[in-house]
Nanobody, 119 residues
């Protein structure tokens, strides 16, 4: 499975960006997909996740609840992260990830896309 993330860029505080992550490769049937981020000098942290089957349960880090929305397009094997009311502390490299059925953790990762929020 290959994950291709896009949509990062430079935005002023209070602005919005939408990240996309398209999956390709072998039979696509993940348990879930998600977004993580890593700010300079910090460890990578979970941002948001979505179950791919069933009702598509959503998960968010407390720091982004109410501002970020994760969604999916099953037909395009793509997951999105709509980021609104961005803050300088949201500045990071954002990675999309996929957790296969039967896996206990995310086991495929995209290359990352940089989001910079200026104050």
């Amino acid at each position: 499975v290959q994950l291709q993330a896009s949509g990062g860029g430079l935005v002023q505080a209070g602005g919005s960006l939408r990240l996309s992550c398209a999956a390709s490769g072998c039979t696509f049937n993940p348990y879930s997909m998600g977004w993580f981020r890593q700010a300079p000098g910090k460890e990578r942290e979970f941002v948001a996740g979505i179950r791919w089957s069933g009702g598509g349960t959503l998960y968010y880090a407390d720091s982004v609840k109410g501002r970020f929305t994760i969604s999916r397009d099953n037909a395009k094997n793509t997951v999105y992260l709509q980021m609104n009311t961005l803050k300088p502390e949201d500045t990071a490299v954002y990675f999309c990830a996929l957790r296969e059925l039967g896996s206990t953790s995310y086991n495929y990762w995209g290359q990352g896309t940089l989001v910079t929020v200026s104050s």
